[in-house]
């Protein structure tokens, strides 16, 4: 399975909120090449926490990194070579889709653990 940065951080964020994993397997878990684990009771753990969540979204919310939800649209980011930190909404940069919270709690149900590589 593969999942972009924009989807995942905020993932890691809601399960580290939700104390299904800690902050120190949230950033090892984050971070490719580290060769994070999740084996199947933990996997077992995160698709139960995230059926929960989905159970409080609709189609087409999204969980924000800040673990807030919203249904409006994601507007796309420009970066360009005048792009000043302090003009980029890393809130609405980094959200969870629906559907993306979807695919993940499916694949956490049907795997035996996973590897971050």
């Keep these: 399975m593969q999942v972009n940065a924009w989807n995942w951080r905020p993932t890691l964020e809601f399960l580290r909120a939700q104390d299904i994993?800690?902050?120190?397997?949230?950033?090892?878990l984050g971070c490719n090449g580290c060769g994070a684990m999740v084996d199947t009771a933990l996997a077992e753990r995160i698709a139960a926490a995230v059926e929960n969540k989905l159970a409080t979204l609709a189609p087409g919310d999204r969980v924000r990194v800040d673990l807030s939800v919203t249904s409006a649209p994601k507007v796309p980011q420009v970066f360009g070579p005048d792009t000043q930190p302090s003009n980029i909404d890393v809130t609405e940069l980094y959200s969870?889709?629906?559907?993306?919270?979807?695919?993940?709690?499916?694949?956490?149900?049907?795997?035996?653990?996973?590897?971050?590589?």
């Design 96 to 117: 969870a889709t629906y559907d993306w919270l979807v695919t993940f709690r499916d694949f956490c149900k049907r795997c035996d653990g996973f590897l971050v590589s």
């Design 21 to 28: 994993i800690t902050s120190e397997h949230a950033a090892l």
